[in-house]
């Protein structure tokens, strides 16, 4: 079994930035893949980023160059880290793990796609004010 808990979120204003965590705890795997989502009040959930235990990462096109996802397998963190952050950024932010896959061997719309994912976190709120 596996446990995610994030952590880092709160509000922010337009333009500012942040930085969340993603602790893992339980069962390790040697091959993974572990993804940010977000979820806005009245929006379905979306991929935000995803890395896999190769170091390849995904992006939405809506958060390619202003997001960075990246690992620290050692303390079993990942993080997201938010800059140029905008109002529509607004949501609750989820960790979402799976084990035995490789987004190197996924298409983009699976690595950011929800049913991907096995385990989830509990979510931390971003709320970025204009």
């Known amino acids: 079994q596996l446990e995610l808990r994030e952590s880092g979120g709160g509000s922010v204003q337009a333009g500012g930035s942040a930085r969340l965590s993603c602790t893992a705890s339980g069962t390790r795997y040697s091959s993974y893949c572990l993804g940010w989502f977000r979820q806005a009040p009245g929006k379905e959930r979306e991929g935000v980023a995803t890395i896999d235990n190769m170091g390849t990462t995904v992006y939405a096109d809506s958060v390619k160059g202003r997001f960075t996802i990246s690992e620290d397998k050692n303390k079993r963190i990942v993080y997201l880290q938010l800059n140029n952050l905008k109002p529509e950024d607004t949501a609750m932010y989820y960790c979402?793990?799976?084990?035995?896959?490789?987004?190197?061997?996924?298409?983009?719309?699976?690595?950011?796609?929800?049913?991907?994912?096995?385990?989830w976190g509990q979510g931390t709120q971003v709320t970025v004010s204009s």
């Open positions: 979402a793990f799976v084990q035995f896959r490789l987004a190197s061997r996924m298409t983009a719309m699976e690595a950011l796609g929800v049913e991907t994912y096995r385990f």
